[in-house]
């Protein structure tokens, strides 16, 4: 197939990463990724390959190094960016959130010093439905108020608001603010998919490690919110619909200008319980859970409204909560101990 043209992808060897770069060779695209594999194994990188041979170069560099940066870009002609390199854990950054703000913000505005210095002007950048904070109205449209409720989210709210001001000053940027909602799933080969280092924060990696029987039971995270059945809604999506978004969006950029962000959803939320209920059909055995308490700072329930992904990028999710507990639960059988 002939070359779309070459992309660089940051943090192209973790779990959203790692499928697009599929996605994007599948469509023709050469890739370079740039990764430090702080969250990732370079063996995600090896089966991006297996799965899909084409054209692909890998830098472990750290995206604040910026003569590193500088020398990956220099390396051969870059068309467009992917930007998903970042740090995850909400309660880390409650932590620890310097950590967050070098990493996240400090490491963004390098990476686009050295695009600006290149005249690199085309970037889809990894945003969050965190940036909606706890939101009055669902479905959640991009015109809704932005808050955010941990350095975490500050720090996703901070680079959209960088990526605003940037092309509101510099004509030629074109950018895409992906605000994706909860991507799970894995790959449908079962060959990569998500690799949480720690215990799983999320919920969809914690009860397919319970399943699998690296952990005993699933803690549900307060059963009396004021839903249908008690537990929180999320809008769940497809990784490999998240990497059609991401191609989507590249072909996208010709067709906008300045600064625009798109929801990735579904449309659809579905509870904790309906979740698990998924999962255990899934796996073919009941997933064990108690009731717990509210995990602090949860939202109750939110899902996206995607249809200016629809009508911008003319994407939508088409995969069903069925398919992602099936696609999970085939990496995490095949995998149990994910890359190691
Ligand atoms: P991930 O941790 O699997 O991938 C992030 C990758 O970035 C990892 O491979 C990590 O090694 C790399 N990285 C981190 N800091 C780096 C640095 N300074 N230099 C170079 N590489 C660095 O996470 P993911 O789930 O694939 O998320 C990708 C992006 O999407 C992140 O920006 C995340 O905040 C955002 N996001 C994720 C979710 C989700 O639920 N997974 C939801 C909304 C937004
Ligand atoms: N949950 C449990 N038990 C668990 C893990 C999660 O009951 O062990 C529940 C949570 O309370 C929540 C739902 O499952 O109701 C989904 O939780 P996740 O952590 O999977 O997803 P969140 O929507 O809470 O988190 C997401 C992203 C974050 C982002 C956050 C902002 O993963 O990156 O939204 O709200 F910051």
Same mark, same amino acid.
């Given at each position: @197939? ?10 192209? #060897? !973790? ?32 089966? /991006?390959?297996?799965?899909?041979? *084409? =054209?692909?170069?890998?830098?472990? +560099?750290?995206?604040? =190094? ?13 068309? #467009? ?44 950048? $990894? $945003? ?13 449209? %991009? ?5 955010? &409720?941990?350095?975490? !989210? ?15 000053? %510099? ?36 009860? @397919?490690? /319970?399943? +699998? ?6 803690? +549900?995270? *307060? ?19 998240? #990497?059609? *978004?991401? +191609?989507?969006?590249? =072909? ?16 659809? *939320?579905?509870?904790?319980?309906? /979740? ?8 073919? &055995? ?18 996206? =409204?995607?249809?200016? &992904? ?31």
């Amino acid at each position: @197939m002939p070359s779309q043209g070459t992309v660089l992808v940051t943090g192209g #060897a !973790g779990f959203i990463g790692s499928h697009t770069c599929v996605a994007l060779l599948d469509a023709g695209w050469a890739v370079v990724v740039l990764d430090n594999l702080s969250n990732s194994s370079a063996v995600a990188v090896e089966r /991006v390959e297996e799965l899909s041979p *084409g =054209d692909l170069t890998f830098h472990r +560099v750290d995206l604040r =190094d910026r003569a590193a940066v500088g020398a990956v870009v220099d390396e051969r002609p870059i068309d #467009a960016v992917i930007h998903f390199a970042g740090l995850k854990a909400v309660g880390e950054s409650v932590v620890d959130p310097l950590r967050y703000y070098s990493n996240n913000v400090v490491a963004t505005v390098t990476l686009l010093e050295v695009l600006r210095e290149r005249e690199i002007r085309d970037v889809v950048f $990894s $945003s969050s439905c965190t940036v909606y904070g706890d939101p009055a109205n669902v479905p959640v449209a %991009e015109s809704a108020p932005l808050s955010a &409720a941990s350095p975490y !989210g500050r720090s996703k709210l901070f680079i959209e608001e960088i990526f605003r001001d940037l092309a509101a000053a %510099e004509p030629g940027w074109r950018v895409l603010l992906l605000r994706y909602f909860n991507p799970v799933g894995a790959h449908q080969s079962g060959r990569i998919g998500e690799d949480p280092h720690d215990v799983p924060n999320n919920l969809m990696p914690f009860v @397919m490690q /319970v399943a +699998v029987g690296r952990r005993d039971r699933l803690t +549900v995270f *307060g059963g009396d919110y004021p839903t249908p059945d008690g537990t929180c809604i999320r809008d769940y999506i497809h990784v490999e619909d998240v #990497a059609a *978004g991401h +191609v989507a969006a590249l =072909d996208a950029l010709d067709r906008i200008e300045g600064c625009q962000a798109v929801n990735l959803g579904t449309g659809t *939320g579905s509870s904790v319980l309906e /979740v698990v209920q998924a999962a255990s059909k899934a796996v073919g &055995a009941d997933i064990p859970f108690v009731i717990g308490a509210r995990r602090p700072g949860d939202v109750v329930a939110t899902w996206a =409204d995607p249809s200016l &992904a629809e009508e911008l990028l003319g994407w939508k999710a088409n995969r069903t909560l069925d398919d992602m507990c099936a696609d999970h639960w085939r990496w995490q059988s095949t995998n149990p101990d994910g890359y190691r």
